[in-house]
């Protein structure tokens, strides 16, 4: 079993967005300019400092890696953010976001890796992370992109079904959208209406936006619910991919992990390469967090290749 080492130091960064979005993140450098730059954005309701990134800092294996850990629009469940053009304190977080915004946040920190850094870029999301990057990557067809690790891909909105059941999960959406419409998208509903394992609140807005039928945040199957929107960002993704899960607490549905897997291999129809990895742990890989270091360490060294080999 591979030891930690002591924690790396780093420095906190910030970005704007174009939607005039503070962001921060945490940036611990690699010796090597050039090494390979991991992004690492966080599911529904995290922040840059998800419990697993503090143990990639201490993994002798990611030592040549430059890891940055962002935050997004949606950090928290219900956060503060400065916002605007004349930077203002702003309610935010999960509760209240909406999905394309990953695109403007990812769009920023992208630019702000490939300025301050010169190797390949590979962007990780953990849980509704992952639909996040898949989104960016596929909306954005950013070639800077050289790599994805899909940690934990979840499908959330069969999850929000599963739990609520079909009738109950329909009568909050038409009530989402009776609010909406009334101009009241930001009002949170009840307490009985949550979602994901720590059961978050959530806006009207935020629902309709996650949990309508077609809507671009439904991006994984695993319930077999033949939605027809799903797997659609990640069959146009050319780079190469590794999915990683934890052994338990996933949030994939009837799938299972081996056949989420399965799912998201099979539709990983334009990628370069599709790796993946069952780890022991849950949701957040709790107890093998240097495990998974080491996973996405020996990725990056065997199918991430520099920006002057890539698409030749």
């Given at each position: 079993?591979?030891?930690?080492?002591?924690?790396?130091?780093?420095?906190?960064?910030?970005?704007?967005?174009?939607?005039?979005?503070?962001?921060?993140?945490?940036?611990?450098?690699?010796?090597?300019?050039?090494?390979?730059?991991?992004?690492?954005?966080?599911?529904?309701?995290?922040?840059?400092?998800?419990?697993?990134?503090?143990?990639?800092?201490?993994?002798?294996?990611?030592?040549?890696?430059?890891?940055?850990?962002?935050?997004?629009?949606?950090?928290?469940?219900?956060?503060?953010?400065?916002?605007?053009?004349?930077?203002?304190?702003?309610?935010?977080?999960?509760?209240?976001?909406?999905?394309?915004?990953?695109?403007?946040?990812?769009?920023?920190?992208?630019?702000?890796?490939?300025?301050?850094?010169?190797?390949?870029?590979?962007?990780?999301?953990?849980?509704?992370?992952?639909?996040?990057?898949?989104?960016?990557?596929?909306?954005?067809?950013?070639?800077?992109?050289?790599?994805?690790?899909?940690?934990?891909?979840?499908?959330?909105?069969?999850?929000?079904?599963?739990?609520?059941?079909?009738?109950?999960?329909?009568?909050?959406?038409?009530?989402?959208?009776?609010?909406?419409?009334?101009?009241?998208?930001?009002?949170?509903?009840?307490?009985?209406?949550?979602?994901?394992?720590?059961?978050?609140?959530?806006?009207?807005?935020?629902?309709?936006?996650?949990?309508?039928?077609?809507?671009?945040?439904?991006?994984?199957?695993?319930?077999?619910?033949?939605?027809?929107?799903?797997?659609?960002?990640?069959?146009?993704?050319?780079?190469?991919?590794?999915?990683?899960?934890?052994?338990?607490?996933?949030?994939?549905?009837?799938?299972?992990?081996?056949?989420?897997?399965?799912?998201?291999?099979?539709?990983?129809?334009?990628?370069?390469?599709?790796s993946s990895a069952v780890l022991g742990g849950n949701h957040w890989y709790a107890g093998h967090e240097i495990e998974?270091?080491?996973?996405?360490?020996?990725?990056?060294?065997?199918?991430?290749?520099?920006?002057?080999?890539?698409?030749?």
């Open positions: 079993m591979t030891m930690k080492i002591e924690p790396r130091s780093g420095r906190l960064v910030r970005v704007r967005t174009t939607q005039h979005v503070e962001l921060t993140g945490f940036l611990a450098p690699a010796p090597a300019a050039d090494a390979p730059l991991l992004i690492s954005l966080h599911g529904l309701s995290g922040n840059f400092d998800t419990s697993f990134t503090f143990d990639f800092l201490q993994s002798p294996d990611l030592a040549g890696v430059h890891l940055l850990s962002i935050g997004c629009s949606g950090h928290g469940n219900i956060a503060m953010s400065r916002v605007g053009a004349e930077p203002a304190y702003r309610l935010t977080g999960s509760a209240f976001e909406y999905f394309d915004d990953c695109v403007a946040d990812l769009a920023a920190w992208m630019d702000f890796a490939a300025q301050s850094h010169g190797g390949p870029i590979v962007l990780m999301g953990h849980s509704l992370g992952a639909s996040k990057i898949l989104r960016y990557a596929a909306a954005t067809a950013d070639a800077r992109v050289r790599g994805l690790v899909l940690a934990s891909a979840a499908d959330l909105r069969g999850a929000f079904f599963a739990l609520h059941g079909e009738e109950k999960a329909a009568a909050f959406l038409a009530q989402a959208r009776q609010l909406v419409d009334a101009g009241q998208g930001r009002v949170l509903m009840g307490e009985d209406c949550v979602l994901g394992l720590l059961r978050q609140r959530i806006s009207a807005q935020t629902l309709l936006d996650r949990f309508e039928e077609g809507r671009p945040a439904d991006t994984f199957d695993f319930h077999g619910r033949r939605s027809p929107q799903a797997f659609r960002d990640l069959s146009a993704i050319t780079a190469p991919i590794l999915s990683l899960y934890g052994s338990e607490g996933e949030i994939v549905g009837t799938a299972g992990v081996r056949g989420a897997i399965e799912l998201l291999r099979g539709h990983a129809t334009s990628a370069l390469s599709f998974a270091a080491a996973v996405i360490a020996n990725w990056l060294a065997g199918h991430v290749r520099d920006t002057r080999e890539h698409h030749d």
